[in-house]
């Protein structure tokens, strides 16, 4: 098989979350907001403990596999997957810091999987409790494998925390059994499930017990995806022919596409689908292909980049712009009040974009991975951790239609809990395993990466010898940085800084004096010297607020303008410029400026500018259409934070802003 080759030599890895500690104004609280209040909160609602919020059910399934409770299934046929999105939350902020009584909680429940395991391995309470009989017959639609995959991230996460390996003896036994189910051999089953996760679990528990059967399932699953005889018409047959239909059950809802198996993989070159499915394939291909060396994977994977950054994602770093189906649509749709842009999809950029980053040391991925996590990610989760987003739209009329309830959501406002809970676990998880996201190393190489911006303290070895990074910083209301450098003793190592793509000025000092960042390698500058205890490196990144105007092809932000400041896109809102916010304009070189409000929405920069709005004379109140130009009156406006709307009294919302 071919080998990656890049400028930058062989792929890196990531420094794992137990050797960074985040110390930090912007993302401590969020850290902190996760371990004691969303696990506990989230934990309840898995338990139906949420008054007024959606019944999960979730804690009350697995007691129905176990044969400890009397009743009926309930919920969705993925509602597993929660409880695993749950526990791996659970075992990153064990992997900060333990505490006695959220172990134990863990350990509970990590019992019941035990015994809600069967005898061969399989753990799925949708088929134990309500199909028994059923289990691999409908694996385009009811997510078997999808909920195996999150349960097997947990139990990589929480091993990797407590040692413990019960769950993830569980989970290999699950894997194991899977592993005799699927393949290509006489016997086994030719498929691959309707909903990808599986297979970059695989890879993940590959890495944890070094049973390298895992990674070679994973491939399995990649690779056969997509090829002919179709294995969905044959699962279809199978069906109809157990249920005796004459074909009903072969009548599909979805094309191939909507699954990502409209082709082999290696041959897909554009997105298509399922938003949250397909950046979790693309994660996957994208591991596969720095395990085995694989340049064809590679360049799948950098064609589908492409793809999406150039001309599927919105401006805040939302995926999946159609409600139908949740899914990619054709170049450049990118609908502002109708936009989906599902939490759970700008998650999975961020995974597919750290795994992009790790093959090839670009800043381009390191660019996309942070505007993800700053607004279309962290716009998922009310500033106090208890209500969410299922969708993120860029535009809100409150009294309008355009935010209906199947839409996941009530006018603009965060819910409680979903009867469809992927979202709410999945930013938990994000949150409190953001350490892992920060740093990377290439040891054989003796080079430390710095691509995220958060206070925080690495603790890496090169060439032998301990080193810590100690970053602080006040990212992302301003651009200055420092990187401390701890050592026992003098070693010689690169330091590889990453300049942001919104950046246009830079610098870059080490021990006061200048490096030079006019020579940047795929927008990283590389130090290389030999350090010595107390080093360090300061860097200074303008921070002017942007304007930032969509390809002419975007009809949607045709004549309309964004403001951008740093990774932070920002927002009107009607709670601080009034209603019809539509009717706003500002000049295309409008100016604004940035002052930190440490009393608003947490404490955020809020950017404040002049615009116009139209003037409704008293006699043109009730005159729907006129032949008569409104006059226009000079406003004061003031921008927040995408991520931070929707936390006070409801309102309308805009991102984009009409342009003259």
Not at 90 to 96: E, I, P, R, T, Y
Not at 139 to 165: I, Q, W
């Amino acid at each position: 098989m071919s080998t990656i080759e890049n400028r930058l030599g062989k792929t890196l890895t990531p420094v794992p979350l137990r050797q960074v500690t985040i110390q930090d104004p912007f993302w401590s609280a969020r850290e902190r907001n996760v371990i004691d209040t969303v696990i506990p909160y989230q934990w309840d609602a898995l338990n139906d403990a949420i008054p007024g919020a959606e019944p999960s059910h979730t804690i009350e399934n697995f007691r129905l596999a176990a044969g400890e409770a009397a009743g009926d299934y309930y919920g969705m046929v993925f509602q597993d997957s929660d409880l695993g999105k749950w526990l791996e939350t659970v075992g990153f902020a064990l992997s900060k810091e333990r505490s006695p009584e959220l172990e134990k909680i863990a350990d509970d429940v990590i019992d019941l999987l035990e015994r809600a395991q069967g005898p061969d391995g399989y753990l799925n309470t949708y088929y134990t409790v309500k199909e028994p009989g059923a289990r691999w017959t409908n694996l385009r639609d009811n997510h078997e494998l999808y909920c195996a995959g999150h349960l097997m991230e947990a139990a990589v996460a929480y091993y990797d925390a407590t040692g413990k390996r019960k769950l993830l003896d569980i989970m290999c036994r699950y894997a194991d059994y899977i592993g005799e189910v699927f393949g290509r051999e006489p016997g086994q089953k030719r498929g691959y499930d309707g909903h990808p996760e599986v297979e970059l679990a695989l890879v993940k528990l590959y890495q944890a017990s070094g049973n390298r059967a895992y990674l070679e399932l994973s491939r399995y699953f990649v690779e056969e995806r997509g090829q002919l005889p179709h294995f969905f018409d044959t699962e279809d047959q199978e069906r109809a022919a157990a249920q005796g239909d004459g074909g009903a059950a072969r009548k599909r809802k979805r094309g191939y596409d909507y699954f990502q198996a409209h082709l082999p993989v290696r041959d897909q070159k554009t997105a298509e689908g399922h938003s949250v499915r397909a950046v979790y394939l693309y994660s996957a291909m994208a591991d596969l292909a720095m395990q085995y060396r694989d340049a064809g994977l590679r360049e799948a994977c950098r064609e589908l980049w492409n793809d999406v950054v150039e001309r599927k994602m919105y401006v805040t770093g939302g995926i999946g712009s159609s409600a139908y189906e949740e899914r990619f649509t054709v170049p450049y749709d990118l609908p502002n009040d109708r936009a989906y842009t599902e939490t759970c999809a700008a998650i999975g950029l961020m995974f597919w974009a750290q795994r992009m980053l790790q093959m090839e040391q670009d800043r381009r991925y390191a660019d996309v991975m942070e505007l993800a996590l700053y607004n279309g990610v962290l716009s998922g989760i009310s500033l106090d951790g208890k209500s969410y987003f299922y969708v993120n739209p860029l535009e809100v009329w409150p009294d309008t239609a355009n935010f209906r309830d199947d839409m996941r959501t009530v006018k603009g406002t965060r819910q409680p809990w979903f009867g469809c809970a992927c979202c709410p676990p999945n930013i938990a998880r994000l949150i409190a395993s953001l350490g892992q996201y920060i740093y990377s190393v290439n040891e054989e190489q003796r080079e430390l990466h710095v691509h995220l911006y958060a206070g925080s303290r690495a603790e890496v070895v090169l060439g032998g010898q301990p080193v810590t990074l100690t970053q602080t910083t006040e990212y992302p209301w301003n651009g200055q940085a420092a990187l401390e450098i701890g050592l026992a003793q003098p070693a010689e190592f690169t330091v590889c800084v990453r300049i942001p793509g919104w950046c246009r000025k830079a610098a870059v000092t080490v021990n006061g004096a200048g490096t030079d960042t006019g020579q940047l390698e795929k927008g990283y500058v590389r130090i290389t010297r030999t350090w010595s205890d107390g080093d360090r490196i300061e860097l200074s990144f303008d921070m002017p607020v942007e304007i930032v105007r969509a390809h002419p092809n975007v009809r949607a932000a045709a004549g309309r303008i964004a403001l951008q400041r740093g990774p932070v896109v920002y927002c009107l809102e009607e709670a601080d410029n009034g209603p019809n916010l539509q009717d706003i304009v500002v000049e295309r070189d409008a100016e604004f400026e940035a002052e930190f409000d440490a009393g608003l929405l947490g404490g955020v920069t809020v950017l404040r500018g002049m615009g116009t709005r139209s003037v409704v004379p008293p006699e043109g109140a009730g005159v729907l259409y006129t032949t008569q130009e409104y006059d226009r009156t000079a406003v004061p406006l003031q921008a927040v934070p995408y991520f931070a709307w929707s936390n006070r009294t409801p309102g309308e919302m805009t991102v984009w802003i009409r342009s003259s």
